[in-house]
């Protein structure tokens, strides 16, 4: 019996809903596994879970941080073991839903035994990127470690600045810290993934972007900013956010704000599927022929499957 389940997946592709769905069949509970939905006040866009749907089935790691706390992968893993074993302990299921990759990856294995940040490197970057532009730290990293600069979901001020870091005080670079021993997930862990066609992602994307903007997500934006949250902050400087807070600031127009956003996200579909892609052991579930019941069918089948 597989006691926890993982379901990842592109952005767009339908976890949220699908999780919500299998949660109520087998007495589950759902940790959010996104980089962005653990923020307040980024609702739309972030497309996290309706008031409905939390209504629904009890979710964790949402809405538990302010936009201008810092937040990591490790930081995000201790929450989500306590979560896990609070769900447990109540006789219940838990269901990991999302699709930020090195936090999933970290539920697959804990990560390796970085360096601890070094305040003054931190300090001294986070001068520089305010001083110099966070392009110029980004194109340092690109040197010093390209294999992590590559993977990167644009221009993530925190996860650059923490990369650097970790090479001023090791002379390594940060990739290197990450094992090279295959991944294999727990025994009690089933691991899936969403996959529509390339076609159907992309229309699904310019569907979700149509829609957040229909319900309000320039305005979601105004208050983040009203409220004096810099557009600087690690959890603004993200796809959709980043588009937005340009057209805001008059630097692009509506229409180019919009094509922006669709592009964003179909490149950053596009990075989390190769991320993906390198895990064998994962299960993918065809969601262009299959019904909602037959997927959930299917995965009751692995479910219950022996460990």
């Known amino acids: 019996m597989k006691y926890r389940i993982m379901i990842a997946g592109p952005t767009a592709s339908g976890k949220t809903a699908l999780s919500i769905d299998l949660a109520m069949q087998i007495n589950a509970e759902i940790i959010s596994v996104d ?10 866009g972030t497309a996290k879970p309706t008031k409905t749907e939390l209504s629904q089935v009890p979710h964790h790691n949402i809405s538990v941080l302010n936009p201008d706390q810092e937040d990591s992968v490790a930081d995000f893993l201790k ?10 302990s109540r006789g219940k299921r838990v269901i990991y839903c999302g699709g930020s990759t090195l936090h999933l990856q970290s539920l697959i294995r804990p990560l390796d035994d970085i360096p601890s940040a070094n305040p003054e490197n931190i300090r001294k970057l986070n001068d520089r990127a305010d001083d110099q532009g966070l392009e110029s730290l980004f194109s340092q990293l690109q040197k010093t470690d390209p294999e992590y600069a590559k993977k990167m979901d644009g221009l993530n001020r925190q996860r650059i600045i923490r990369a650097l870091d970790v090479w001023y005080q090791t002379g390594k670079p940060f990739s290197s810290f990450h094992s090279d021993v295959p991944l294999e997930p727990p025994q009690d862990l089933l691991v899936l993934a969403l996959h529509h066609s390339r076609k159907e992602l992309h229309q699904r994307i310019s569907v979700r972007t149509e829609q957040m903007l229909e319900k309000g997500f320039l305005n979601e934006v105004k208050n983040l900013l009203q409220q004096g949250f810099s557009p600087d902050l690690q ?3 993200t796809v959709g956010y980043r588009q937005a807070i340009s057209y805001l600031k008059e630097e692009i127009s509506y229409d180019q704000m919009k094509k922006d956003i669709k592009t964003a996200t179909r490149r950053y579909a596009k990075r989390q599927i190769t991320w993906l892609r390198r895990w064998p052991f994962l299960t993918w579930l065809d969601m262009d022929r299959l019904s909602t019941q037959e997927v959930i069918k299917t995965i009751l089948s692995y479910q219950n499957q022996p460990d």
């Not at 980089?35 to 739309?44: A, E, F």
Request: glycine share 0%; proline share 0%; charged share 30%.
């Open 235 to 237: 959890a603004l400087n």
């Open 79 to 88: 929450r989500a073991e306590a979560y896990s074993n609070d769900i447990k």
């Open 35 to 44: 980089s962005r939905q653990c923020y307040r006040y980024l609702d739309i």
